[in-house]
């Protein structure tokens, strides 16, 4: 029997018998968002702001980063918040209503696609760059790179609304048909930018031994493999979050509805979120260029606080 989506929603919700012994989750889960929400939107600011300022990073590969930004610092500004708020209220016994989890899965899609569609775009870029050589610049141009950013966000509004043009059935299985698909291609691009390094680290070693040197080659291609390298962690940190999630879903279809699975499911989500705080850690992490803008940003606002805070004191005395 095909069920609606309210159906659906309904059954990962506690009951009323249930609500007493999901409290203690529902507190967890709003402390720990109201905590990610913050971390999300600070981090991810502050990582806008050094992806900006980083001039020696290519523009195509700033503006895909700057999109997935953007829908990152959106789940902390926007979904977890709304999270947060359902949270409290099932917790209160007042269950929200059909339309306000349709806008809850609304803006949790719309993001979480365009994260996805995002990791997968700064994937193929890095895959293109170490590929196409001294060709990339010349196909991978910024205004084209600007619309696969923009097709991205467009998209992602599509599916979205797709929640409530199509039945659920066939909903679910377009979003499987692309995460599949994405999760396929992007092993794939991974895989075949590991045997690339492979290649060049042994050309590297002949030209060495042939005692030829191509500084400026094998500082371009390190320079490649490094952001690849760190595009790579985002991607399997993006997996590592997401996929409690999906299991959970799917053990729930299998099993069927009981109060550890709802526990679970809510949490799950809470993990999901937290990909968002972890993503401009990453950044900071692994791509030195964008590492040297935040600490950069840091000082300069603690220059701020310290010329602010000796005004303040000048005028104390004053």
């Given amino acids: ?5 309210c159906e659906l929603l309904l059954d990962y919700l506690p009951r009323i018998s249930e609500v007493e012994d999901f409290v203690s989750t529902s507190i967890a889960n709003c402390v720990f968002n109201s905590f990610l929400s913050y971390t999300a939107i600070m981090l991810n600011i502050v990582s806008i702001h050094a992806i900006r300022k980083t001039s020696s990073l290519p523009k195509t590969l700033k503006t895909l980063l700057l999109s997935l930004a953007v829908s990152d610092v959106s789940v902390g500004l926007l979904v977890q ?3 947060t708020s359902l949270l409290i209220k099932l917790s209160q016994e007042h269950t929200p209503g059909c339309d306000t989890h349709k806008a809850f899965y609304f803006i949790g899609h719309l993001f979480s696609l365009a ?18 050589h001294l ?14 950013a923009i097709s991205i966000w467009v998209l992602s509004l599509f599916v979205s609304f797709l929640l409530f043009w199509v039945p659920l059935d066939i909903y679910s299985l377009i979003v499987a048909s692309i995460a599949v698909g994405g999760l396929v291609l992007t092993t794939m691009i991974y895989i075949r930018i590991y045997l690339a390094a492979r290649r060049h680290k042994n050309q590297i070693q002949v030209l060495q031994v042939q005692q030829v040197t191509q500084a400026n080659e094998i500082a371009n ?3 490649l493999m490094k952001s690849a390298i760190g595009i790579f962690y985002v991607y399997v940190v993006f997996l590592i979050c997401y ?8 053990v729930f279809e299998i099993v069927g509805s009981n109060i550890t699975l ?3 499911y809510f949490s799950f989500s809470t993990i999901v979120f937290l990909n968002s705080s972890l993503n401009p850690v990453i950044y900071c992490w692994k791509m030195r260029n964008i590492r040297q803008a935040v600490i950069n940003i840091l000082r300069n606002m603690s220059w701020f606080r310290d010329r602010a805070s000796l005004a303040s004191t000048g ?3 004053l």
């Fill in 115 to 132: 994260s996805f569609l995002g990791v997968l775009a700064v994937s193929v870029d890095r895959f293109l760059a170490i590929h196409l």
């Fill in 315 to 317: 005028n104390t005395t």
């Fill in 243 to 250: 996929l409690p999630y999906v299991i959970g879903l799917a």
């Fill in 81 to 83: 918040p709304f999270y």
């Fill in 221 to 223: 291609f390190a320079s």
């Fill in 1 to 5: 029997m095909k069920q609606s989506l």
């Fill in 135 to 148: 060709r990339y610049q010349e196909l991978v141009t910024h205004q084209r790179v600007v619309a696969v």
């Fill in 262 to 264: 709802k526990k679970l």
